[in-house]
């Protein structure tokens, strides 16, 4: 089992040079490390601190001729993220001085927190529950404005206020059947039958709203999958590498070179991140039996293009589009359009909007032009990083607004939930088929049951530490 009873520490800023770095504690012995390296200015006790405080001072550590300048947050009590005394030192961000000053913590006393630990103590000491720290890795993880927008929400009970409330009420209809039980001879109306299949129905209902929040979010927390797709030799991995800003796919005049996808992580400016993927060319004809690779390339783009959430059709500037070209922004367009109950014929398309999630990129721009195209696309050269920053900003909106459709739930909360409540749910509506046939309440009680445990494994109140270790794991150092 997890102890609480030592005293933890970590370097709880970014990795890398800046103006503050902190260090963060928690345990039992928080002053007693902290008096071992930290000078109040003006002098006083830490031990006469009861509230929690910030103070300024400075660090005395071995090895430096001058003090550093620092200031100290403690958090004498309980009151605290963890349940525990807090402190915090912040000082000058340099890596070297901050490891210096991890040292002579753990010589102090303290042991290095592993990954997730503090958050751990807070689920541990019910400052938090499992929705809650998964919020706390959603924020941390959070890829744009909206992932942190739902991750806060979360994290200030969005979800386990509801959670909190459904299971009390069960908890409360629980009680009034087995008080029930208790007293059958006494002839007392605990609950009448209309009242319980009345809180049973309102209680799946929450269950519903909760399950349609898990499934509406995507199972890859990860990351919206863009995937360039278009004729052979039409420049797409030449793209790759360019918007990456490194070589990741083989490039060559022949067609055909590219015969398996990559993939890789574009990082938007840090805006937006999103999954780039490199496919084979979709070729005119079917390749011969006897060419097994050249078979499995083409599947696998197919594949890579049904699964994509954006796609980037790469169009070779410097010849016409072929026919397969043009059916396929022909059928795009026509689709758009008739989704949006528009005539397709005569329309001029001037926003990229019309193509949704396809967005059109004409490549070899700085090679002679022979492509005559006059709907909307970016222009690009991977050659020389013309349109580079254009096509950025079309994948950054249109990733953006793939995301848009998510849930309202953490996406690893999503996944791991998703199960505990699909069986709560299936377990009221057993309980209300078990009283409208009249088979008896102890049926009812023993559904009810079962349903809180699934509920309580989805907030906490029932863990493993196999759980927990899969949950925390997944933190940095220092969280």
Known sequence: MYSLDDTIVAVASPPGGAARGILRLSGPDVRACVESVFRIEPPRELAAIRVPTAVAGSLALDGLASPLPCDLLLWPTGRSYTGQPVAELHTLGSPPLLELALEAMCEAGARLAQPGEFTLRAFLAGR?????????????DAADGRQLEVALQQLAGGLAGPLRRLRGGLLDLLAHLEAGFDFADEDLPFITPGQLDEQLAAAGETVDRLLEQMVSRRETADLVRVVLVGWPNTGKSSLFNALLGRTGALVSETPGTTRDYLTAELDLDGRVRCLLVDT?????????????????????????ARSAQVRLLCLDSTRPLNSREEAELARHVEARLEDSGQDFVGQDFRSLKDFGSLLVVLTKTDLPRRLDFTSPAVATSSATGHGLEAIKEQIAAAVLAARSGEGEVVACTAVRCRESLRLAAECLRRARQVLAGGSGEELVAAELRVALDELGQV????????????IFSRFCVGK
Do not use: K
């Open 128 to 140: 938090l529950d499992l929705t809650q720290a998964e919020a706390v890795l959603g924020v941390i």
């Open 459 to 470: 907030v906490g109140a029932v863990y493993t530490e196999d759980i927990l270790d899969r």
């Open 280 to 304: 084979a060319g979709i070729e005119p004809d079917a390749a011969p039996p006897e060419d097994s690779v050249r078979r499995a390339a083409q599947t696998a783009a197919v594949q890579q």
